[in-house]
Every structure is written in C-alpha cells, then in structure tokens.
C-alpha cells in the first residue's frame, strides 16, 4: 500500500513570497489533515478535511494560509505571503474515517521542510 | 489551556535499559491516546493507541502503555531498550468533542547508546 506522498521535500523562499505544498493521501481516506510542526514543537493541526469538505481550519492563519482538496483526493496548502516565523514542517496525513473505531489512524507523509529568509 | 505534557525533552539510555516517557493531558471527559514514534529520516508512525477496555495497552515493538484515568496520564514503557529505539517519541490525544484531529505533546528525544 502506497503511503501519504508530499512535495517537495525541501523549499527555501524569502519572506513574503509564496509557496505551495502539495498532499497525496492513501487512496481511500476520506480524511486529510494538514499540520504545521516547528522545530522543538509537536505538529500542530492547521486544517482537517472530510473529503472535500472543510472540517476543523480553525488554527489555520487564514490571512496568509490557504487549503483546499479538489475533488476530495490531492490537497494543496499556500503560504502568501510567507513570514519568517512559517518556518517549519508541513505534515500532510490521512485516515479513513475518524468516526469508526479501527479506522481512525492517521498515516503521515514525509513532510515539507520549509525555510523562509 | 487545554493541553498535553511531556515531562522528559531528552532521555539518554543505554542499552538494555527499561524506559519509561511520561504523558499527562488536561482535557476533561473522554479521550483517545496515542503514542507515535518517528525515526530518524523517517515518517511518523503510530506506536500504539488506546479507546476503552484494559488500560494497558500493547504496541508494536515491545511498547506498551499504562492509561491511568486518575492521574491523567498515558505514559509509555519498554522493559529493555535497543539501538534501534533512538527516535523521537510524541504523545497524543484526541478529545471526544473534537474533529479527531491529534493533539500532540513536544515529544521526547530517546538516544540509546551501545
């Protein structure tokens, strides 16, 4: 069974650009979470979908930070513009569905690490 | 505020050494636990979880965990530890009001030396 995949792994960018992360879940999983870990910090949730459907965004920095998932597969996070303080780790990861017992795990994906200058 | 601990940041052991990484949480009511390990270069991935039924709970690789209602806290145990358990060790929660998103503590840095 393939796992969550991310990309890119790396991405270095000076403040106040923008840049995108992007998230495919394991096929089937109807839920997506993005979470946000800075260095010395566990993950921290920023969005949580239920197929396309906006569950929980409510620690999401909507003035800079935006998520969607077309078609409840692939999901992409936006950062615009970037502060210095978004440096972190972007965890994307899935479960089938949280509501069902034995279903709820969550996978994690590799993560993006991002640098902002 | 709402909340969980970790109450080791590092923990150094050599191997062979019983381990013990302490987890206490602050929300009330129900809750969901979970421990989850990453290794270095590696994804996190689930260690073990705990519902409901018998407070102490088996994972993989030895692990296991000790849900204490009482005291709020869900720690982690492996009798003797090898090398290979060098990783970073998150606690996490999912109160039974929420989306299920995980709530997770700082994590504890676990190096076992040779």
């Known amino acids: 069974e393939a796992g969550v995949a991310q990309s890119p792994r790396y991405k270095i960018i000076e403040k106040r650009q923008s840049v995108a992360f992007w998230c495919n879940p394991i096929s089937g999983h109807a839920t997506l979470y993005w979470y946000q870990q800075i260095l010395g910090q566990g993950p921290k949730l920023l969005i949580q979908f239920q197929n396309n459907g906006v569950v929980d965004d409510s620690q999401l920095p909507k003035d800079r930070f935006s998520a969607e998932r077309l078609k409840g597969v692939d999901s992409t996070l936006k950062i615009q513009p970037a502060k210095l303080e978004d440096s972190a780790v972007y965890l994307c990861?899935?479960?089938?569905?949280?509501?069902?017992?034995?279903?709820?795990?969550?996978?994690f994906g590799p993560g993006t690490r991002l640098l902002v200058l | 505020a709402q909340s969980v601990s970790q109450h080791n940041h590092h923990v150094i052991l050599s191997e062979a050494a019983s381990l013990e990484l302490g987890c206490n949480y602050s929300?009330?009511?129900?809750?969901?636990l979970f421990w989850y390990v990453q290794y270095p270069g590696q994804h996190l991935q689930l260690l073990l979880k705990?519902?409901?039924?018998?407070?102490l709970v088996k994972g993989i690789k030895g692990f296991e965990a000790e849900f204490i209602k009482s005291k709020f806290s869900f720690n982690l145990r492996k009798p003797s530890v090898q090398w290979s358990d060098t990783a970073e060790y998150f606690c996490?929660?999912?109160?039974?009001?929420?989306?299920?998103?995980?709530?997770f503590g700082k994590g504890t840095s676990l190096l076992v030396t040779p």
């Open positions: 990861a899935s479960s089938l569905d949280p509501r069902d017992r034995g279903q709820e795990t969550q996978y």
């Open positions: 929300y009330g009511g129900t809750v969901n």
């Open positions: 705990y519902f409901s039924g018998d407070p």
């Open positions: 996490a929660v999912i109160p039974s009001n929420s989306g299920y998103a995980l709530n």
